[in-house]
């Protein structure tokens, strides 16, 4: 079967809770950045994605903030649902409009 | 109406042997990937590819290579195998123009003896 990820940080949480996923990159001048769900056998689904001129960003129960000082990046879920359990990738854009991707943050949601 | 699609979804083979993996993507887009993802999820990008140019991840042997005979496909061909191949490859596309988030298909899954 599939490897398990065993080294991903994760986030366990209760359904109808609020998750926060946190995200360290790397490149100052990077100005594009994207959050990216795994599930499992699948490939990375896009979730939302935020440009560097903006500090916030929201789409249908997930929040983006971007915080350029400390190159960080958080992905807010609201209502947790168990839909949402999955590995989450943070991502930013360089040439050639390669992703460098973060460690990932596996979500566990517990009905 | 699958975005992006790879085949095979699964790939054992023999060390030394070489393989493609093919992958189409339907979204008109002008600019294609490939990623490998290892044992603990980390994905790392080996190649952007689209009609004028080709970015190469130095990390990258030269054992792989990228072929494209269209805009719509790209293969990734995969010389002498070795164990260190085994992972999950990901296929994925983008317009390059502007900042568009990548589409990804389910991936190939190598595994080698």
């Known amino acids: 079967g599939e490897s398990v990820g065993l080294h991903l940080p994760t986030l366990s949480v209760q359904e109808g809770d609020n998750s926060i996923i946190n995200c360290a990159y790397s490149?100052?001048?990077?100005?594009?950045f994207i959050w990216y769900k795994q599930e499992s056998g699948k490939g990375p689904q896009f979730i939302i994605d935020i440009r560097s001129n903006m500090d916030k960003r929201q789409g249908q129960r997930v929040t983006v903030l971007l915080n350029k000082t400390v190159k960080h990046l958080s992905l807010q879920i609201a209502a947790t649902q168990p839909g949402d359990s999955a590995v989450y990738f943070c991502a930013e854009q360089g040439a050639g409009n390669m992703l460098t991707f973060g460690g990932g943050t596996r979500l566990m949601v517990k009905p | 109406d699958t975005a992006v699609s790879q085949t095979p979804k699964y790939l054992v083979t023999q060390m030394g042997n070489d393989k493609s993996i093919k992958c189409e993507q339907n979204l008109g887009h002008d600019t294609m990937y490939w990623y490998k993802q290892d044992s603990k999820k980390f994905l790392k990008i080996m190649f952007s590819y689209n009609n004028k140019e080709l970015i190469i991840n130095e990390t990258v042997p030269n054992r792989f290579s990228p072929k494209s005979p269209d805009k719509a496909h790209l293969n990734l061909h995969i010389n002498s195998l070795e164990l260190g191949d085994s992972a999950v490859y990901f296929c994925?596309?983008?317009?390059?123009?502007?900042?568009?988030?990548?589409?990804f298909g389910d991936g190939t899954r190598l595994s080698i003896l």
């Open positions: 490149n100052s001048a990077s100005d594009y």
């Open positions: 994925a596309s983008s317009q390059v123009n502007g900042n568009q988030p990548q589409h």
